[in-house]
């Protein structure tokens, strides 16, 4: 080959190959989403509808919520924010819905649709303590605070959620002086809270109004946090279930799928894991916990499979374990990581008491009573909920024995509530300090 051509074949190999390291668009974002954001709010102030305008996923699927018309189940979705590079309109589109330029990828986000009804709040507090930020909905045409958009603040405070955008909703059904007023609640309402300073947009998510604003305002008050990914991996298991149709052939059957998110560490695809505290037991009359133990044998997250996963957002953990173990959420609540390498478990233990002087989320204004002796309470830690019955009393403190034990470092905070009617209402948060 002449030397000219030769040169001209090399810079053409040369340039293809630079050409290939260049990422596309698509592959700026990681498959994995960076951070879980939670919709927090009142029942029907429109959460899962405003999941569902971010994402493309409704996520009430569940028959009953179907049926009733409202979040029971924590329901997940993701998306990408983007950014228009000719008029900097915030989208979930790659084509700039404004002027159809070219729109350049900012972050995946896992949503977390927590569920409003006073009936289920069990099921919003597991949920929040996997939410890095939070959108809190509240309807326009409603006075605020409604009970449980002030039981839900009060959550995401306790668990300790940092940064949160309120979102005024259905702006569409209310008068502009109203949505004023309204406006003036929620500032009211957050005046002396730690999120006084939040910022409040108003939207309409049924007729897609302000979306690129609170895509503009996520990106900007709820940062992705730093992620430890040098510590023994620790997931919490907010879901689990059985993927098998019904009728499936036995060389068909797959393992039970886990779904939570990993506070930190990471986990590979074949990685022998525990689970904590595991499944019951019944031996010569007593009953007691013992740690399952299985083999990582997929992993998903933001809709593909992937070999490994960090801390950030929602992932599936597909395993071993015999379906008929993990069916309707029966592994809620429990500890992933690698044996003998998590938290210990909980029978027994004592909680520094920090009681709120209000209770939250009843529609008559209630004082918090001091705790009882031989009271139950619903306890809620990282993904787990239990009810805990007092056997002791001390000053600041009381000592809980567990129905469900949970797993959890001592130091780990632990929401309280109390049942006070049909319902159990949060009246405050303690810190386990010791237990058995």
Do not use: C, F
């Given at each position: 080959?002449?030397?000219?051509?030769?040169?001209?074949?090399?810079?053409?190999?040369?340039?293809?190959?630079?050409?290939?390291?260049?990422?596309?668009?698509?592959?700026?974002?990681?498959?994995?989403?960076?951070?879980?954001?939670?919709?927090?709010?009142?029942?029907?102030?429109?959460?899962?509808?405003?999941?569902?305008?971010?994402?493309?996923?409704?996520?009430?699927?569940?028959?009953?919520?179907?049926?009733?018309?409202?979040?029971?189940?924590?329901?997940?979705?993701?998306a990408i924010f983007y950014k228009c590079e000719k008029c900097g309109f915030y989208t979930v589109k790659n084509k700039c819905p404004k002027c159809s330029g070219e729109a350049v990828p900012l972050r995946k986000v896992s949503f977390v649709d927590a569920p409003g009804h006073e009936s289920l709040m069990a099921t919003m507090l597991a949920g929040a303590t996997i939410m890095d930020g939070a959108l809190l909905l509240i309807s326009a045409n409603e006075t605020c605070p409604q009970p449980q958009t002030r039981e839900h603040l009060m959550a995401l405070q306790i668990v300790g959620v940092k940064n949160i955008v309120v979102v005024q909703n259905k702006i569409d059904l209310v008068k502009e002086d109203d949505a004023m007023k309204n406006y003036e609640q929620i500032k009211a309402f957050l005046k002396n809270t730690e999120f006084a300073e939040a910022p409040i947009i108003p939207v309409s998510a049924q007729h897609n109004i302000n979306i690129d604003l609170l895509i503009e305002a996520i990106e900007t008050a709820i940062p992705t946090p730093h992620r430890d990914v040098s510590k023994d991996p620790t997931l919490f298991v907010a879901r689990s279930f059985d993927v098998n149709r019904p009728g499936s052939k036995i060389k068909d059957i797959v393992g039970g799928v886990l779904g939570g998110a990993l506070f930190q560490g990471r986990l590979k695809v074949g990685d022998e894991i525990e689970l904590r505290p595991g499944h019951e037991i019944e031996f010569g009359g007593k009953k007691s916990w013992k740690p399952i133990h299985t083999k990582i044998v997929g992993l998903k997250t933001g809709g593909a499979s992937v070999q490994e996963i960090v801390p950030g957002g929602s992932v599936g953990l597909m395993t071993e374990l015999d379906p008929a173990v993990v069916k309707s959420d029966s592994l809620t609540g429990n500890v992933v990581g690698y044996k003998d390498k998590l938290p210990p478990v909980w029978q027994t233990f004592v909680l520094e008491t920090h009681l709120l002087d209000r209770v939250v989320g009843a529609k008559e204004d209630l004082v918090v009573e001091p705790i009882k002796m031989g009271e139950p309470l619903m306890l809620n830690v990282n993904a787990a909920a239990t009810v805990g019955v007092v056997t002791q009393l001390g000053k600041n403190s009381f000592t809980c024995l567990l129905k469900l034990p949970v797993c959890a470092e001592a130091g780990s905070r632990v929401t309280i509530s109390r049942k006070l009617g049909a319902r159990f209402r949060l009246i405050g948060y303690g810190i386990i300090k010791q237990g058995k």
């Open positions: 080959m002449p030397r000219a051509k030769k040169e001209t074949a090399d810079k053409k190999v040369e340039d293809k190959k630079v050409e290939d390291k260049k990422p596309s668009k698509k592959s700026d974002v990681p498959v994995q989403p960076a951070i879980n954001i939670g919709l927090v709010g009142h029942v029907d102030h429109g959460k899962t509808t405003l999941t569902e305008r971010l994402s493309g996923k409704w996520t009430d699927t569940h028959s009953e919520e179907v049926k009733r018309g409202i979040t029971i189940r924590l329901g997940y979705a993701d």
